[in-house]
C-alpha cells in the first residue's frame, strides 16, 4: 500500500521561504518522476514541479519566476521545494505526487494522495 505523508508547511511571512518534504512507502520511488501540486479552496489542483527519475530534468510552473526548487534523494525515498520569496499568491495546501513523464501533470495511474502540507504566506 503506497503511503504519501507530506510535511514541512507553516505560516510564513511575504518573502520568507520554507522547504517541504514529502516521504514515500510501498512503492519503488526510484523509478517514478516525481512532483508538487498546490490546490486552493474551490480550486482545482495545479502542478507546481516535476522532477525525472534521476533528477537530470525538472519542470516548474511558469508563474515561479525561478523561485522554487525541487530535488529528490532516491535513498531516503523522499521529495523536497526549497520555496523562497514566498509571495501571498503562493498560499495553498500542498501535495506530492507521481507525475505524468515529460509534464508537468499527475500520473494518471497515481491515487495515493497525502493529506497534504498546508503554506501559508501572510503580507
Known amino acids: 500500500q503506497v503511503q504519501v505523508v507530506e510535511s514541512g508547511g507553516g505560516l510564513v511571512q511575504a518573502g520568507g521561504s520554507l522547504r517541504l518534504s514529502c516521504t514515500v512507502s510501498?512503492?519503488?520511488?526510484?523509478?517514478?518522476?516525481m512532483g508538487w501540486f498546490r490546490q486552493t479552496p474551490g480550486k482545482k489542483r495545479l502542478g507546481v514541479s516535476c522532477?525525472?527519475?534521476?533528477?537530470?530534468?525538472?519542470y516548474y510552473d511558469d508563474s515561479l519566476k525561478g523561485r522554487f526548487t525541487i530535488s529528490r534523494d532516491n535513498a531516503k525515498s523522499t521529495l523536497y521545494l526549497q520555496m523562497n520569496s514566498l509571495e501571498v499568491e503562493d498560499t495553498a495546501m500542498y501535495y506530492c505526487?507521481?507525475?505524468?513523464?515529460?509534464?508537468?501533470?499527475?500520473?494518471?495511474?497515481?491515487?495515493?494522495w497525502g493529506q497534504g502540507t498546508l503554506v501559508h504566506v501572510s503580507s
Open positions: 505526487a507521481q507525475c505524468r513523464p515529460g509534464w508537468l501533470e499527475v500520473s494518471e495511474t497515481f491515487n495515493a
Open positions: 522532477v525525472s527519475r534521476t533528477s537530470d530534468t525538472v
Open positions: 510501498g512503492l519503488s520511488f526510484d523509478r517514478y518522476p
